[in-house]
């Protein structure tokens, strides 16, 4: 099972960029991941704990030699606030780096298999819109997209076969009932930097 650890900072809630992101980005990997779990932490929410041997630690360990816990713990007792805004604000800078680089893939991605699908003929039509639903799902079944879409179970099936052979859509279970179909290529952008951290 999968865990993303959701963490807001600004103080602007509803009027907040970055929190529309997160929320956005959380949205789709929960879509993704099924059995994921979410843990979500807002920092403005958070009251700071007492003074405790990680405090000790941050006090007595010298300025290089800092870990963002020490730079946190400073801010508690010495009103450190540009060391955290400096770790802060760079924290932030990536993500929002990341962000805007994987919505670039993402698009590339989309349009790229977009041009692909336009060259298979009659087939078109019906490919593109079960393509553009898996932008918004990127796991189906054949009975969800046709009823979403108002499609004929054989329209769909057919269609599928034809992002399979593209190689834009994989069958991901291995049955021969109740498949499932991976926009697997947008799901490997969508999940790039979310790996656990391993020690």
Do not use: C
């Not at 963002?68 to 450190?80: E, M, N």
């Not at 989309?110 to 990127?138: T, W």
Request: glycine share 6%; aromatic share 6%; charged share 25%.
């Amino acid at each position: 099972m999968s865990t993303l650890l959701h963490i807001d900072s600004s103080p602007l809630y509803g009027r907040s960029v970055s929190r529309e992101l997160t929320a956005a980005f959380v949205t789709q990997w929960k879509a993704s991941r099924q059995d994921g779990r979410v843990i979500d932490r807002d920092l403005n929410a958070t009251a700071l704990p007492p003074i405790n041997a990680e405090w000790v630690g941050a006090v007595y360990t010298p300025e290089l030699a800092r870990t963002p816990q020490h730079k946190v713990q400073r801010v508690r007792t010495h009103s450190a606030w540009e060391e955290w805004l400096a770790l802060s604000l760079g924290g932030t800078e990536i993500t929002a780096r990341s962000a805007a680089e994987a919505a670039k893939q993402i698009l590339t991605l989309f349009a790229k298999d977009r041009d692909r699908i336009q060259k298979i003929g009659r087939a078109a039509s019906s490919a593109l819109r079960v393509h553009e639903y898996m932008q918004k799902k990127p796991l189906v079944g054949i009975g969800a997209v046709a009823d979403e879409l108002k499609l004929s179970i054989p329209t769909v099936t057919v269609a599928l076969d034809h992002l399979v052979r593209l190689g834009i859509a994989k069958e991901i279970t291995g049955k021969r009932r109740a498949r499932v179909f991976g926009y697997l290529r947008y799901l490997k952008i969508l999940s790039e930097g979310t790996e656990p951290i391993q020690h």
